[in-house]
T-cell receptor, first 112, second 112 residues
Framework: KNQVEQSPQSLIILEGKNCTLQ??????????LRWYKQDTGRGPVSLTI?????NTKSNGRYTATLDADTKQSSLHITASQLSDSASYIC???????????FGSGTKLNVKP | EAQVTQNPRYLITVTGKKLTVTCSQN?????MSWYRQDPGLGLRQIYY???????DKGDVPEGYKVSRKEKRNFPLILESPSPNQTSLYFC???????????FGQGTRLTVV
């Protein structure tokens, strides 16, 4: 069964600290993996996208890693800001299915 | 500006009264999809469309209909809404099922 699991469900950190969010998937055959940021009540916005051959991709203070062998990805946020408070969603695509598989997200709260 | 536009943003309706949520994109994308988002469940796909006149069921299609008569529009129809369809709905579009998806602002539907 194709699934995407994220951990932790929620996370509280202090402004300026770093954090890492995890995504494990069983989607096969794997096509690509994306991380999205979703502010409360708004549509998700893409942060990074990685294919099978890529193991690191950065977007400013966001760095995503992918280990296609263990089917794990992480999103590292450096020097967090209050505006990073949001849900972060891992989305995986398979090569032979016309759909996306969504994780349930990690809710990050950055406190001053 | 490239965007996906949903209307209305907020809707309160009564059980059984047919309604339509519109979705329009200006990026000439072929792939469009509808999702609902409920607390603790993440985004779940309702229907998707690979191109004009080509639609298919997602994970939770019961109680919903869609149509794709034009490339830019992908309305979501609830023929007889029920309270369990109270949710936050998102429309998304992309070049294909494995490329970056662009999401609308969301429609918060309440069925009483």
């Amino acid at each position: 069964k194709n699934q995407v699991e994220q951990s932790p469900q929620s996370l509280i950190i202090l402004e300026g600290k770093n954090c890492t969010l995890q995504c494990n998937y069983t989607v096969s055959p794997f096509s690509n993996l994306r991380w999205y940021k979703q502010d409360t009540g708004r549509g998700p916005v893409s942060l990074t996208i990685m294919t099978f051959s890529e193991n690191t991709k950065s977007n400013g203070r966001y760095t995503a890693t992918l280990d296609a062998d263990t089917k794990q990805s992480s999103l590292h946020i450096t020097a967090s800001q209050l505006s990073d408070s949001a849900s972060y969603i891992c989305v995986v695509s398979a090569t032979d299915f016309n759909k996306f598989y969504f994780g349930s997200g990690t809710k990050l709260n950055v406190k001053p | 500006e490239a965007q996906v536009t949903q209307n209305p943003r907020y809707l309160i309706t009564v059980t059984g009264k047919k309604l339509t949520v519109t979705c329009s994109q200006n990026m000439n994308h072929e792939y469009m999809s509808w999702y609902r988002q409920d607390p603790g469940l993440g985004l779940r796909q309702i229907y998707y469309s690979m191109n004009v006149e080509v639609t298919d069921k997602g994970d939770v299609p019961e109680g919903y209909k869609v149509s794709r008569k034009e490339k830019r529009n992908f309305p979501l129809i609830l023929e007889s809404p029920s309270p369990n369809q109270t949710s936050l709905y998102f429309c998304a579009s992309s070049l294909g099922p494995r490329t970056e998806a662009f999401f609308g602002q969301g429609t918060r539907l309440t069925v009483v």
